[in-house]
């Protein structure tokens, strides 16, 4: 009886034991689970869209490989990740317009500026004031990342604003504020040039460059508006020059025109006066034609002679002039003028 007793708690301590041991088990299961878990998601890092990663190793603290990493998740394994570059393009601006990131580029001019006369670099000095306001783009190119990234590691931005602001510096100072006023697109030529050199010294890839505004000299600027004053003085002139020619040129054809018209009514009205006449003098012709057919055909008729027809011509005169006066046993003539 005693015997059996001790079997029976013997086997309870055993299966007490056994379970004991299997929870052990699965609790160190699930701790190697959730530390591998963690170990796997630590060795994974991803990249945006519009982002480039270089494999960094912090064991080693330097790139792994030379592979340019583009959007996606990687497995790099524990304690590497990327570095990360934007793939976009970047901009750097200087000025005093809202929204600058830097201050304006301040650089003296080269020789051939004049407040005398703008026309004349002759007689003209340098050293005069501008005050740039500039805008620039730029992207990282993935060939060259490796080697900017060697160089710049990720403290890139304040290397490449100095170097950018120096080159636009001394463009500036190789040019006139004249050139600034009538040459801007050689300025910007020669100023996106410069850049495009340091641009590739530093490993990136240079896009484009806008300059945003120009502030002249003050004793620059002043003669500028003079000189613009006085051009315009000059336009003006000429411009009322051309009105007072255009002027007298239309009152010359007005003249001619005038002229002419006259001259085509005296001749309309010499013409009339020529076309009356000779209908006048037709009709007068008609009538003493007429008149004569009439004569002869009286004197064929009633047989008279010329004295007799000079008298019978006289006394229808007189019977068809109503105020006619004949006087009897006078001298016809004196009063006849005859």
Not at 118 to 144: E, I, K
Not at 239 to 264: G, K, P, S
Request: neutral net charge.
């Amino acid at each position: 009886m005693f015997q059996q007793f001790v079997d029976e708690d013997d086997s309870s301590v055993v299966g007490v034991r056994l379970n004991a041991k299997g929870k052990l088990c699965c609790c160190t299961f699930s701790v190697v689970s959730l530390i591998s878990l963690i170990l796997v998601l630590a060795s994974i890092d991803t990249l945006e869209p519009l982002e480039y990663g270089l494999h960094y190793s912090t064991w080693s603290k330097s790139i792994v490989n030379q592979k340019v990493y583009t959007s996606g998740r990687y497995f790099l394994g524990l304690g590497h990740k990327f570095v990360l570059f934007p793939n976009t393009k970047q901009t750097i601006s200087f000025g005093t317009l809202p929204g600058s990131m830097y201050g304006a580029i301040r650089a003296k001019t080269g020789r051939g500026d004049s407040t005398a006369d703008l026309g004349d670099p002759g007689s003209s000095y340098g050293g005069l004031n501008n005050t740039l306001s500039v805008a620039l783009q730029y992207q990282f190119s993935p060939p060259a990342l490796h080697a900017m990234y060697r160089n710049y590691k990720l403290n890139y931005q304040t290397p490449f604003r100095l170097e950018f602001e120096e080159a636009i510096r001394q463009v500036a100072s190789t040019f006139t504020q004249f050139d600034y006023w009538k040459n801007l697109d050689m300025v910007l030529h020669e100023m996106h040039s410069r850049l495009n050199r340091s641009a590739t010294s530093m490993h990136i890839e240079f896009l484009s460059v806008q300059l945003l505004e120009v502030l002249l000299d003050a004793r620059f600027e002043a003669a500028l508006v003079r000189t613009q004053v006085e051009q315009e003085h000059k336009k003006l002139a000429e411009y009322e020059l051309q009105v007072e020619n255009i002027r007298q040129e239309t009152e010359v054809v007005r003249a001619q025109a005038n002229a002419t018209i006259r001259v085509i009514a005296a001749t309309a009205g010499a013409e009339q006066t020529r076309v009356i006449k000779e209908a006048e003098a037709q009709a007068t012709a008609a009538s003493v034609n007429a008149q004569g057919v009439s004569f002869r055909n009286v004197k064929s008729s009633l047989g008279l002679s010329p004295d007799q027809v000079v008298q019978y011509t006289w006394l229808k005169v007189v019977e068809e002039k109503k105020n006619a006066k004949v006087y009897v046993g006078v001298d016809p003539s004196p009063v006849m003028g005859v």
